[in-house]
């Protein structure tokens, strides 16, 4: 029969953990085979040897570690278990490792303190997995604030469980701000169209619901401050060690800078088509012109052959027919002359060349008569009469007359259409030497335009209510009104027509 002493010693030696005895001296009374092995001596070397001189005599840094300061003796001095795993044992070759130990205090038969018993273990390994973990956690941590994207934890009921600096900083909001609240509530509440966003709906709550992985590029979150951005997202569950959804992780990024450079390479490649289409139409009506040109000038030639021979019987008879002629062709050799300064400003518009402003002396009582003249056949078809009211008297001006020309000619020809038979088109002038500017009012007596037409224009959203009208014209004035460094306002009430007022300097600065 095994005895009790016996027993007892089969444990001490079968156990795992070191297990030291110490008298009241800290001598060595037992040592098990674990703790003999742990500190690389035999019991022969350990047994009535002081403890604390052998493996608990310097600190981690290799500083000495005085004996009053043993936390291992105390328990057989203050008779209290003293435990702690931040001691360094020291073998017999002179390395050490860390460990947790627990010191006892044995007291005898009467009460009285007899010594303490050490257990200890190398945490060796622990420690350095600990370090890992504190590594891992690091490195993970160091990653997440690195990261340009936004990242969320969300648990099961989507309350944020963690946020890194880039989710924060696209948010708006405050780490303290957003942890432990629910994410649907603060930035993802509400539709772009401004209607509720309801919960139920949320795929990126669906993650965690359904388990699968939800992402998209249309969602609208939003900021602290109330605006909103276009987001790229992606939702991913996160499950815990037995597979159970625990929440989810929320990957995102504002996609506004890509969604605006995405629309600007869409339109670069609409103009691209627009001015390869443009080129082909220019050089088509380039060609298109000469005949008209080279047939006027002919047409020219043959008339005057015509009315001489015809006039030499009844020159009266004649004189206002050939006038009508005359003029006529001069009408279409000019505009056509004027047709093709367009075209090659498409061409030179296509190649990327923008023609400069090119300011000289100009009349303005010239020029408005040029336009009339230009427009004669249509108002007179519509019985509008197109008035010159005080051009004559005024001074010569510094302009670019082709760009200023066009816009006379697109305010007049828009006019025309607008104004009943018997009405008119009236451009007046007047100069205001003081100030250095002159003022030009287009006035008609159509029917005026509504408030949200008026409005629109000399902006790119100018629209027309002109049949085959593209709303351009008003644009075309508005940029040669700018080149000259002027500005121009409209006055209109429908029933009782349109007024535009224009103002330019007399003299332009130099270009610098």
Known sequence: MITEHTLNTLILNAAGEGILGL?????????????????????????????HTLWHHTHADGSPYPATSCPIYDAYKDGRIHHGDTEIFWRKNGTSFPAEYTST???????????????????????????????????????????????????????????????????????????????????????????????????IYGAYKDGLVHMGADEIFWRKDGSHFSAQYCSTPLRDELGKLKGAVVTFQDMTEQKRI?????????????????????????????????????LEDELKDVFAAVMKDDAKAWTHSKATCTELTEMITNNARRIQDRVREIADAVKGVTSESNFTLCT???????????????????????????LDTLPIIQADERRLFAALYNLTGNAIPEVPSGGSVTISGQAHLETGLLELVVADTGKGMPSDIRDRLFTQNAISTKIGGTGLGTKIVKDAIDVHHGQIKVESEEGKGTTFYITLPLTQKPQS
């Open 262 to 298: 995405a629309a600007q390479l869409l339109e670069a490649v609409k103009l691209a088509e627009v001015s390869r289409v443009l080129g082909n139409i220019g050089h088509d009506i380039k060609n298109m012109l000469m005949p008209v040109l080279t047939g006027t000038s002919l």
């Open 23 to 51: 008298d009241l001296e800290g001598k060595h009374t037992f040592v098990n085979p674990a703790a003999a092995k742990m500190l690389g001596f035999t019991d022969n070397e350990l047994l009535g040897q002081p403890s």
């Open 105 to 203: 205090p044995i007291k005898d038969e009467l009460g009285n303190l007899a010594g303490a018993v050490v257990t200890f273990r190398d945490i060796s390994e622990r420690r350095e997995a600990a370090h890992t973990i504190k590594e891992l956690r690091r490195q993970n941590e160091y990653i997440l604030n690195s990261a340009g994207e936004g990242i969320l934890g969300l648990d099961l009921e989507g309350r944020h469980t963690f946020v890194n600096p880039a989710a924060t900083s696209m948010l708006g909001y405050e780490v303290d701000e957003l942890l432990g609240r629910p994410s649907h509530s603060l930035w993802h509440h509400t539709k772009e169209d401004g209607s509720r966003y309801p919960d139920e709906q949320c795929p």
């Open 364 to 390: 303005l009582h010239d020029l408005v008569k040029g336009v009339f003249k230009s427009l004669q056949i249509s108002a007179k078809e519509k019985g509008v009469t197109l008035y010159a009211k005080g």
